[in-house]
């Protein structure tokens, strides 16, 4: 999981933004940010695509379903900002989930007797927010994107069951150090085809930004 950029911008919560290839060659932009608390447990992990729809029950396997959602104009809407105003990385919990079964053996080819139970157990991932916002990386061809998890138990299972191979869990903590307080240029990283390096703003004078606080991900608009 590489981050395209990192930000801290005055006024406003220290921010890791995703740059993710879709089909037709052009980028979708997504974002997860600081808060006031939590940053140890928030765990952001790259899901294989394919992978995750296997076991989120929120997200059909039809691709059809996908654009069909009532409020897919809206995500295209959020997108369409690009690198400007990334969208925010969708929630997701993942849980196991064991379920007994019985085992059978067969005489003369008809009769069965039950000779035992054999337990298997599979993973169960639920959007807890950002379902259309997913529907429409996986309409537009994305094959892996990031998600954050509330904690990193279920993130570690997440990657377990629908990570990219070789992917690791980062604690919103561990992908946004406490920049402000290092006073460490921030630097555009993993550009492609882009060349952008982008520093730092200029430190603001004591008080300047006092008082003011991100609600969500900084911008008024429709459920994404």
């Not at 993710?20 to 808060?35: E, I, K, N, P, Q």
């Not at 080819?109 to 950002?130: P, W, Y």
């Not at 006073?183 to 993993?190: A, F, K, L, S, Y």
Request: hydrophobic share 35%; charged share 30%; with cysteine.
């Amino acid at each position: 999981m590489k981050i395209h950029e990192r930000r801290d911008e005055p006024g406003r919560f220290a921010k890791a933004v995703f740059r993710l290839d879709t089909a037709g060659g052009d980028f979708a932009y997504m974002s997860v940010s600081r808060t006031n608390a939590l940053n140890e447990e928030r765990s952001v992990v790259e899901v294989d695509a394919a992978k995750f729809v296997a076991i989120c029950s929120d997200v059909s396997n039809k691709a059809q379903a996908w654009r069909d959602d009532y409020k897919f104009a809206h995500a295209e809407a959020g997108f369409s900002h690009g690198s400007a105003s990334p969208v925010p990385l969708a929630d997701v919990e993942c849980q196991e989930r064991t379920s007994t079964s019985p085992v059978y053996a067969k005489h003369l080819l008809v009769f069965r007797k039950q000779v035992g139970t054999e337990e298997s157990t599979r993973a169960d991932a639920s959007l807890i927010n950002g379902i259309t916002r997913t529907k429409w990386l996986l309409a537009n061809g994305v094959k892996s994107f990031p998600v954050e998890c509330s904690n990193r138990a279920s993130a570690e299972l997440l990657r377990k069951y629908a990570g990219v191979p070789g992917s690791k869990v980062q604690s919103v903590d561990e992908l946004l150090p406490e920049i402000r307080e290092r006073g460490e240029p921030m630097r555009t990283v993993d550009t492609g085809r882009e060349k952008n390096v982008a520093l730092a703003p200029a430190r603001p004078a004591p008080g300047a930004v006092r008082g003011l606080v991100e609600q969500g991900d900084g911008r008024a608009g429709p459920e994404r």
